[in-house]
């Protein structure tokens, strides 16, 4: 198997796994707020949180950028707690609103440089940074499409079988999701 293959596999098993599950906690309070049929802003909202991840991830991986990395480890779940609680604003729930798409893309930059430390350890003797990073972000992107595919049968399922109305999946999807980000703060808190 070619190093592409490789790494684009590690790049999607990062966050098809129980390791990642601040990522995708994080995705799924980022779509809470949309209904089936906006599934192409979803993916647009997720697409540009990959390349917020992937600006900071680079960043990191030229020594360009480095931060603490227990700071990092806790600034994550407080970006999943702001969206959960943006979600219930009124302009968080406006379906036409650019806003998620600048929250998906800043807090993606956060969610690269926990992304970061990660990525050092895969590619500890490899001669060409780009030749993990292109593949090892495509992987990522992969993963996340998986994890907005899984989330949206969900919520039309939701929706058809318990006749849940959108604000009703919302409010249930951003408490837990902000519930589970308090719980991470706690466990992260680096001070």
């Known amino acids: ?5 490789v790494y684009l596999r590690l790049g999607y098993e990062h966050i098809v796994n ?4 601040d990522h995708i906690i994080f995705i799924i309070a980022l779509m809470a707020v949309y209904q089936p049929k906006n599934w192409v802003k979803i993916v647009i909202a997720v697409s540009i949180f990959t390349l917020g ?18 700071l990092i480890e806790f600034l ?28 998906a893309g800043v807090f993606g930059m956060i969610h690269g440089l926990g992304f ?23 992987g990522v992107e992969l993963g996340q499409l998986l994890v907005v595919v899984i989330v949206l049968l969900t919520m039309v ?16 999807i951003s408490g837990i999701a902000f519930g589970l980000a308090f719980y991470l703060g706690l466990e992260t808190w680096p001070f």
């Not at 994550?76 to 929250?103: E, H, R």
């Not at 590619?123 to 780009?130: L, R």
């Not at 318990?162 to 409010?171: E, G, V």
């Open 1 to 5: 198997m070619n190093s592409f293959n």
């Open 18 to 21: 129980a390791n990642a599950l």
């Open 53 to 70: 991840h992937s600006l900071t991830l680079t960043m990191a991986a030229f020594d360009l950028l480095k931060l603490d990395k227990s």
């Open 76 to 103: 994550i779940p407080v970006t999943i707690g702001a969206t959960a609680l943006f979600n219930l604003t009124k302009a968080g729930q406006d379906q036409n609103s650019k806003t998620k798409y600048w929250i």
């Open 116 to 138: 970061a430390n990660y990525y050092d350890m895969l590619i500890m003797g490899e001669s060409s940074y780009w030749g993990a990073l292109l593949p090892f972000n495509l």
């Open 157 to 172: 399922l939701f929706q058809m079988i318990m006749n849940t109305k959108a604000h009703s999946w919302n409010l249930f």
